[in-house]
């Protein structure tokens, strides 16, 4: 222990004693921050002999002249002596080398009067190895964002961990989605054993990496020569001195093990613990920098290729039809846009889940009966597209015959057998067009010519389709404006009971254009469904007919009940019941005399959010009427599950049942059915004195139809209704 120049006590005599034991370097300094006492750790750590720092200031020799101004600035500024403080300080050794150190100043507190007054202690800790890796990691995440690339990246870790440890050799490895081990950032291991290892099966036995990926654990092979797991391969490694092998797995986020991590040594060797912690930092590091990449292709793919099918996609298409164009193709060649028919309905009534598996049974399908030569890829909503090179009019013929028969299997999804059809529509290269955009559209055009003859068909293009489709546009526009100015209205048609008395009216939507004439329904409910605005439309009629029944009922007019037809969408609509509440609060009404009617396919398909929907609304009061009933082969007992209240027998049964057997027994047993479940039934489609006979003799209890009376605007009903009690009243 060094001497000072004042006489110590013995109690700071056994202090200073027990100091100079420790591995840790002390200094203690004066009220003037002067050395007056180093330990011999302080000798040993930093090289300065005692006599060459005692009463000089640490600020004069001992801090690095590396340190830029501003952490200059900040140390000087420092309460020393009078304060604890903490500073992360570059210190200069006594041979020159500089080295990273915390301070820690403790004052010495004595009454001011003491000779010890501001004196003060410094303890300093090597922190040079926190420093080294806190480099590591801010200098390799700021690589990260920047321009260099994935193997750039890995590359350049290496090299800075090297710098760390220069007696070890770094290693990165990549786990392929066939789990074998590749190259990521090897560049510092010999080629030839690279070469060797590239595609090794990661499986437990198999080295050092392969065996941290199956296990996922740490895996540390001090002696290649003599350990079991690198038994099969160590010829592989000691050839090029490759002697000793640490490997780590890197885990990513989603629980995978990404690749590995390595230092490989020339001599039988065990980590230290400075490797250890950069292996640690490595491994997070190159976590990080993984997903990224992973991220990337992700991001490149979906530019590409469809996320949900794995087919091309549309800009795929674009590139690839330029392309093919490019080239001046001599023969012709065929554009097919294939659209699934009513894939909106599997949608809406049992949810997007459940229309993606279909999508993705339809692209299986169709990449298994592609032809050498011909691309596939996923268009719009439903749309795929193949383009067949080197095919005519009759071939094109045929290859569409064969696609409509990859739809005739049924496809089973979530224990559903569903039937799927769909609609296509064919161009001819170059016929109808020597542009991308031409005969693309050209065959999208066909195919929604094609959906108007008949779903599961096939259209060539011809000119005159595109007047066609422009005037779909026009009227899809003009439905939007029909709808933002009020122009639907709703009609109504009687439902009557056998004996004659009014059951209710059914509310059907009705569109007349001022320049375009009255609009059919069959054409824009389904531009309606296109366009997303069914939803809306059918809020719309609830209102209407709520509305027009509070008047006829304060006109004292005898009508129980109006049925308003609503879509699959409305029931993913969890605010509908409160929305009726609130109209039958509006208009002072009861659920009795509001019934809602749905497809029997949209019943047969409703989700378990949707049934809940249901059940609210029939909470209410609301009756529940299944339309079209017969002609979606229902399930009994699902329909029994449902909270229906009535049936109506699809008018395509009426208009047959007169001639045919089959068509009469489905009437009486759906009669029968309702009789049995206590539903009412309803007979759709009455358009003849024999058919209202025979109904009526079958026992049926209400009828509708044009033998009836046609579906009248509200003030021809009401006048209708007079009508029809005159002749009631007068038999």
């Keep these: 222990m060094t001497e000072t120049p004042m006489m110590l006590d013995e109690h700071h005599q056994v202090l200073l004693l027990a100091l100079a034991q420790t591995h840790t370097p002390i200094v203690t300094l004066d009220a003037a921050r002067h050395i007056i006492h180093v330990n011999e750790a302080f000798t040993t750590v930093l090289g300065y002999q005692p006599e060459e720092v005692i009463g000089r200031s640490p600020a004069s020799f001992l801090i690095s002249q590396a340190m830029n101004c501003k952490e200059m600035e900040a140390y000087q500024q420092k309460e020393w002596g009078k304060r604890q403080v903490k500073s992360e300080t570059l210190v200069r050794r006594q041979n020159g080398d500089d080295m990273w150190m915390r301070i820690d100043s403790m004052p010495i507190i004595e009454p001011e009067q003491s000779p010890l007054a501001g004196y003060s202690v410094d303890i300093m800790i090597d922190i040079t190895e926190d420093w080294l890796i806190r480099d590591l990691e801010r200098n390799t995440l700021h690589a990260l964002v920047s321009n260099l690339s994935y193997h750039e990246l890995g590359n350049y870790m290496c090299r800075s961990v090297r710098e760390i440890a220069p007696d070890i050799v ?7 989605a066939d789990n074998l081990l590749r190259p990521w950032a090897v560049s510092m291991l010999p080629a030839p054993y690279n070469a060797a290892i590239d595609g090794v099966q990661a499986a437990n036995g198999l080295g050092s990496c392969g065996t941290a990926v199956a296990r996922g654990e740490p895996i540390i092979s001090e002696d290649i020569a003599t350990d079991p797991i690198w038994a099969s391969i160590a010829h592989l490694a000691l050839p090029h001195g490759l002697r000793a092998c640490w490997s780590f797995p890197i885990w990513l986020r989603d629980g995978r093990v990404g690749g590995t991590f390595a230092f490989y040594s020339k001599k039988p060797a065990k980590p230290s613990p400075l490797h250890l912690r950069v292996i640690d930092t490595c491994v997070k590091l190159c976590s990080l920098a993984i997903e990224r990449e992973e991220s990337r292709i992700q991001a490149t793919r979906l530019m590409h290729f469809d996320a949900l099918t794995g087919l091309p996609n549309r800009n795929s298409l674009h590139n690839y039809v330029d392309d093919f164009l490019a080239g001046n193709p001599a023969k012709p060649a065929a554009f097919f846009c294939i659209d699934i028919d009513r894939f ?14 279909i999508l ?19 268009g719009d909503g439903s749309e795929f597209i193949i383009v067949a090179p080197i095919c005519d009019v009759r071939a094109a013929a045929r290859r569409a015959e064969n696609l409509r028969k990859l739809f005739s299997r049924k496809i089973e999804v979530a224990e559903h057998l569903l039937s799927v059809s769909a609609t296509t529509g064919i161009s001819i290269y170059p016929a109808n067009g020597r542009d991308r955009s031409t005969l693309l559209g050209a065959a999208a055009n066909a195919m929604r010519h094609a959906k108007t003859i008949g779903s599961g068909t096939f ?24 709808i933002e100015q009020g122009r639907l209205s709703l009609h109504y048609q009687p439902q009557v009971r056998t004996g004659g008395e009014i059951y209710g009216v059914e509310a059907l939507s009705r569109w007349r254009d001022p320049r375009h004439g009255d609009i059919p329904p069959s054409r824009f409910i389904e531009l309606a469904e296109d366009r997303g605005l069914i939803a809306p439309i059918g809020r719309w009629a609830l209102r ?8 006829w009922r304060s006109e004292a007019r005898p009508i129980p009940t109006v ?13 509908l019941p409160d929305f009726i509440a609130q109209l039958f609060n509006e208009y002072t009404l009861e659920g009795r005399d509001l019934t809602i009617e749905i497809t029997e396919s949209a019943a047969m398909a409703l989700t378990t959010d949707m049934l809940a929907t249901v059940n609210n609304i029939r909470a209410l009061g609301v009756g529940l009427s299944v339309d079209d009933f017969g002609t979606g082969f229902s399930s009994l007992s699902r329909l029994i599950t449902l909270p229906v209240t009535e049936i109506k027998i699809d008018r395509s049964f009426i208009n047959r049942f007169q001639e045919a057997k089959r068509h009469r027994l489905l009437v009486e047993a759906v009669i029968g059915l309702g009789r049995s479940l206590d539903l009412t039934v309803v007979a759709e489609g009455v358009e003849t004195l024999p058919q209202r006979t025979l109904l009526e003799a079958l026992g049926c209890p209400v009828l509708q139809g044009y033998f009836i009376s046609p579906a009248l605007s509200a003030p021809r009903l009401t006048e209708w209704l007079h009508t029809h009690a005159s002749t009631e009243r007068n038999g």
Excluded: K
Aim: include cysteine; hydrophobic fraction near 45%.
């Design 360 to 378: 993705v049974e339809i692209a299986t399908r169709l990449q298994q009966q592609l032809l050498p030569g011909e691309f596939l890829s996923r």
């Design 563 to 575: 049925a308003v037809n609503l879509s699959p969408l409305n029931f993913l609509e969890n605010d």
């Design 544 to 551: 209407e007919a709520c509305r027009q029944l509070a008047i």
């Design 344 to 357: 909106s309905e599997f949608n809406d009534a049992l949810g997007h889940a459940f229309g993606d598996r």
């Design 459 to 482: 259209q060539f293009f011809n000119p005159e389709m595109n007047q066609i489709v422009q005037e779909r546009l026009l009227l899809s526009t003009l439905l939007v404006r029909a």
């Design 170 to 176: 770094p290693s990165i490895l990549r786990v392929d």
